[in-house]
């Protein structure tokens, strides 16, 4: 179904800590969710793979993004409308199989930013990247 320009979103959110459409298409499951943190897990599934067939750091970026996301809702009050406006990944090891988690930490908080870190983990255990972003609250107007 496509979104077009001035109608309403073709989707409704059915809570405030949710997945949404994206996110389910890629398999994100939310673990755990209160007090700042988050973990979120993902199958590796033959759509999130690279030519090489190692799991695609855009998947990778997608689920820890998620996860910092869903951490930061913990946080606000319902409704609060945020978005990610810098981030950075480090890939430390590729993925070749299994279900990855993204464990989340708010780990700053200013009127309006928020910033926080994501370690991307595999089966074993392995720290496969690390992720951290700032999020931006949108200014309320009276």
């Not at 946080?75 to 990855?100: D, N, Y």
């Not at 780990?107 to 910033?115: G, H, K």
């Amino acid at each position: 179904m496509p979104v077009v320009k001035d109608a309403p979103l073709p989707f409704r959110m059915p809570d405030w800590i949710a997945l949404a459409p994206f996110e389910t298409y890629l398999g994100m499951s939310i673990d755990e969710a209160a007090d700042g943190r988050a973990v979120l897990s993902m199958p590796f599934s033959v759509a999130h793979c690279q030519g090489a067939g190692l799991m695609h750091g855009g998947a990778m970026t997608s689920l820890a993004d998620t996860a910092l996301a869903i951490a930061i809702k913990t946080l606000l009050p319902e409704g609060t409308h945020f978005a990610t406006i810098e981030l950075s990944m480090q890939f430390k090891s590729p993925v070749r199989w299994g279900t990855i988690r993204g464990i989340a930490e708010v780990t700053d908080r200013t009127e309006r930013d928020i910033t926080g870190t994501v370690a991307i983990v595999d089966e074993d255990g392995i720290t496969a990247a690390t992720f951290q972003a700032r999020f931006r609250v949108k200014r309320l107007h009276n």
